[in-house]
């Protein structure tokens, strides 16, 4: 499986914009990429995922390269419950399995 | 729908105690993951199913780790015997062939092993 890069941490204030960054230099053409996030103490939950273009839903904005080798996970107005570890995988579909990194953990300043 | 549903959610035992955990999928899910996690590890893949086939046992630690799927709406991971190093956080996940692999993950059952 192609690999992804995040930081390791990152801080945001609250009701700012946050922008999670991932690299993914690997990815071939038919890798989506997806992003979960990770509450304490609960299991990773999905959050988006794209193939090229971007996406929105009612969590989040994924936005991706033109090369497709990194993206971006968008949360318009950060909130305390964002604070999460949030996890950007690629997956092929194929093997239905996703390989989780060590992720990036967000903290939200109030 | 209630979600995925894990019991026991907390399970201390002994060394050498045989251990099960077990999971309700989401109904009309046909995968079922079985995770474990880690400080040191993070988050792995430990097996999973589709249809209540073992599809990829890949990531099973070794043979004291088993797990079965007997029906579409119940899977158990068992641990016999139990070592500390199998202290950790299982998960067990469910998602359904029809939405392209948005998995549901349960709250996760603490494994201690004294």
């Known amino acids: 499986d192609a690999k992804t890069t995040q930081p390791n941490s990152m801080e945001s204030n609250e009701e700012e914009p946050v922008h999670l960054p991932c690299n993914h230099s690997t990815i071939s053409g038919t890798d989506y990429i997806h992003w979960y996030r990770q509450l304490p103490s609960q299991g990773p939950e999905y959050v988006i995922h794209?193939?090229?273009s971007n996406v929105n839903n009612r969590m989040a904005s994924l936005a991706i390269a033109e090369d497709r080798k990194s993206s971006t996970l968008i949360l318009h107005r950060a909130t305390l419950r964002d604070a999460a570890v949030y996890y950007c995988?690629?997956?092929?579909?194929?093997?239905?399995?996703?390989?989780f990194g060590s992720g990036t953990q967000l903290t939200v300043l109030p | 729908d209630a979600g995925v549903i894990q019991s026991p959610r907390h399970e201390v035992t002994e060394m050498g105690q045989e251990v099960t955990l077990r999971c309700k999928p989401i109904s009309g899910h046909d995968y079922l993951f079985w995770y474990r996690q880690t400080m040191m590890r993070g988050l792995e893949l430990l097996i999973y199913?589709?249809?209540?086939?073992?599809?990829?046992d890949s990531g099973m630690p070794e043979d004291r780790f088993s797990a079965k799927m007997p029906n579409a709406s119940f899977s158990t991971l068992k641990i016999q015997p139990s070592e500390p190093r199998d202290s950790a956080v299982y998960f067990c996940a469910s998602s359904s062939g029809q939405f392209y692999n948005e998995q549901f993950f349960g709250p996760g059952t603490r494994l201690t092993v004294l």
């Open positions: 794209g193939l090229t």
């Open positions: 199913f589709n249809n209540n086939v073992p599809i990829d």
């Open positions: 995988i690629l997956d092929s579909g194929s093997a239905r399995q996703l390989t």
